[in-house]
């Protein structure tokens, strides 16, 4: 049995154009093992709120009139993610089956003088993408927002040492106001782990303990296959108790040896005695960390996203046996480099809007989430999305 199969046929009809392409309705009721006349009704549905439409017909050689297909509208509506940093903002638009049509980089909000010019700042790199990619607002169904923070349900940042000039404004509702769509917002680590889990290299697990090691360390988890927020909103939040002596208060990452991990990193690897044993000794600590935390909720998979990330030969190869030993058990888990990079949380973001607002995306209840599919790397589809926009 599909695990689709409880859905309303609208939905479970609109499913299969979307994911898999153009169809006539036969082709859906025998897919779908429905009759006709409940396919012909749901089109009826789709076509009402302009999710779907004709599409173009082939002309054969064979006699009688083709059958009539039909075709997602997937251009008619777009979702927004957006990533806010100190460093940088990262802005991401798809379109209805979850193409990205086009990111974009800006700036971080680190010179911006005050919370409300920090959002303004925020506001106005979203408008300019939507204008690069030639998308009216009003075609913006929903929008993600990823940002450092604790972040309650609705919206409000609770708390953040990154950005404290945001601690308890409505982060959502000033977005929401803007763009006149629904907002919803999350922990960024958080969301980089829902993308990871939605369209990374952790998509066939349900549990899996995401860990962001760079200027700071922080953790998402996934549970079942859904992100973990817990009762206060801050499952994560544990760099300063999971490894004491690596960072400060706020999270951020300690070097005794250099000014930053890269520097560190470099020094070791051109043979200095001190960064190499700092280097010995940080792996040490980050996998007893890790084991502790691997062992309080036994994931099927650790994703090691952040800077150092990257860092295969120095961090990840020997921050494997490191945490074997630690766990001290008959089994190993998984210890992977993520895939999507500094995109991870944008696209999360993604993820998120999809989510949280199906019915206002799409117009009906119960639509799950697409397959996201990001533009490859240094690709920007903008000229086709303002060809077929015009």
Known sequence: MSRHSSLPIAVRAALHIRDRGTATVTEIAQTLELSRTSVENAMGVLADIDLIADAPVATGRGAGRPARRFAFQNRTGHVVGVDIGIA???????????????????????????????????????????????????????????????????????????????????????????????????????????????????????????????????????????????????????????????????????WRTGESAEDVFIRARNGDVDSQQELTGFIDQIARGIATLALTVDPAMIVIGGGLSAAHEQFLDPLRPALSAHIGLPFAVPVVGARLGAEAASHGAVVFAFRRHAAAIYGIEGMPVPPITPLPAGVAAVAELQEETA
């Open 88 to 254: 940088s903002v990262r802005v991401v638009i798809a379109d209805l089956s979850g193409q990205v049509v086009l990111h974009r980089g800006f700036d971080g909000v680190t010179h911006s003088r005050d919370a409300v010019d920090k959002l303004a700042t925020v506001i106005d790199d979203i408008r300019t993408t939507l204008h690069e990619a030639g998308i009216p607002r009003s075609r913006v169904r929903a929008i993600g927002v990823s940002l450092p923070g604790i972040v309650d349900d609705n919206g409000r940042v609770t708390t953040s040492v990154v950005i404290p000039e945001w601690s308890g404004v409505d982060i959502g509702s000033q977005l929401s106001d803007a763009f006149g769509c629904p907002v919803s917002v999350d922990n960024g680590v958080r969301l980089a782990a829902v993308a990871e889990h939605h369209l990374g290299v952790a998509q066939l697990v349900d549990d899996v303990l995401y860990l962001s090691v760079g200027n700071r360390i922080a953790m998402g988890l996934i549970l079942g296959g859904r992100p973990r927020r817990g009762i206060h909103n801050a499952a994560g939040d544990i760099g300063r108790l999971a490894f004491p002596g690596l960072v400060t208060e706020t999270g951020q990452l300690t």
